[in-house]
């Protein structure tokens, strides 16, 4: 019986999560993993309340602690207002993936995860990349590439905790294989 995704789907069930494999066009770099060794020197919890701008807020703590990298995770709470982008197929072979169009959620959104990385561009700027999945007030699961600096703190507030390095920081650098410019983790005192 050949399977196909819809057949693949229906067979495994509702809990079914298709997988893609993503090639790019550069070279590829093999190991893609790159170490830095930094003690931590921050952990935060930071409560964001109803109606706060996430970027805003996020920015605004950052700014004591100074210019370095970290990590952090989103632990609960809800949006009323945000955008986010997907990983589309361009029909472009120097640069197959891209980010789509980003698609607008508005109403109540209710966050299950995310995953943050603190960094800053080539001017020393903060950016804040998120990767998070949520669902909309009619139950509708969603997840991608989050905007933090469009999203609105819903009804109740978004509970973020962060690590932030005490000597390094994520710097933005081309990359060879994907095209993209990526955040690479760079020492820093």
Known sequence: MKLTNK???AAAGAGFVEVRKFLHAGQQSYPRTLDLEADPAEELRITLQPGSS????????LARYGQRGGVGRMCGGTARRLHYHRIEHTGDASRPYDYGPPHVLEGVITFITGAITVGQ??????????HSGFIDGDGTLHGGHLLL???????????????LFSRGAFVVNSDEETHFSLLHPTPME
């Open 149 to 163: 600096d469009t999203v609105e703190v819903g009804d109740d507030p978004l509970i973020l905790r962060l690590c």
């Open 54 to 61: 996430v970027g805003e807020a996020l920015r605004s703590v």
């Open 7 to 9: 057949t693949a789907q």
């Open 121 to 130: 561009n080539q001017d020393g700027k903060v950016l804040l990349h998120c």
